[in-house]
């Protein structure tokens, strides 16, 4: 009978979600996957803390089942940034900028359809860097990379396809 009641409990609540944690000079930035049973939506939660104290917590919804989370000073202002990738290209990337003791959510434009020959987009973060990368149907080494401005709140293109 306890064997069943675990079952249960463990059937509803779900599989254990791993959260990522990050190190930004004295702060502890959380990201987890989140569910709520009552309203049944999901999306992940991040935590901001110091020194054991919790500054903020934010809870954002999303159909991603899984996500990859970075934080970086995108715009060198001492700073942190948090972008949120997830494991599908339906689903654009969130972006959220450290101000004041808050998380503050930036939009990220979406690439326009207009762009010819569109085969997918690409996002990922490197060298405090947000990136998109454009990938073209003509050619599989075809490319247009931009980087994300936090200051403009734009894609800089930095390299063109040849």
Request: aromatic share 10%; net charge negative; hydrophobic share 40%.
């Amino acid at each position: 009978m306890i064997n069943i009641a675990l079952f249960l409990l463990g059937f509803i609540i779900g599989p254990p979600i791993c959260a990522q944690t990050h190190e930004f000079n004295d702060f502890t930035i959380t990201i987890s996957m989140s569910s709520d049973l009552v309203t049944s939506s999901s999306g992940y939660q991040i935590k901001v803390a110091r020194d054991s104290f919790l500054y903020a917590r934010l809870n954002a919804n999303s159909k991603a089942e899984s996500l990859v989370s970075h934080v970086v000073d995108l715009d060198n202002d001492g700073n942190f940034e948090v972008v949120i990738l997830f494991n599908s290209t339906r689903n654009m990337p969130h972006l959220y900028s450290w101000k004041d003791n808050k998380l503050e959510r930036l939009q990220v434009p979406e690439i326009k359809s207009s762009v010819k020959d569109l085969n997918f987009v690409d996002y990922a973060v490197s060298d405090s860097n947000f990136k998109r990368i454009v990938h073209f149907n003509t050619d599989s080494s075809k490319k247009r990379i931009s980087h994300y401005s936090v200051a403009d709140l734009k894609w800089q293109i930095v390299q063109e396809p040849d």
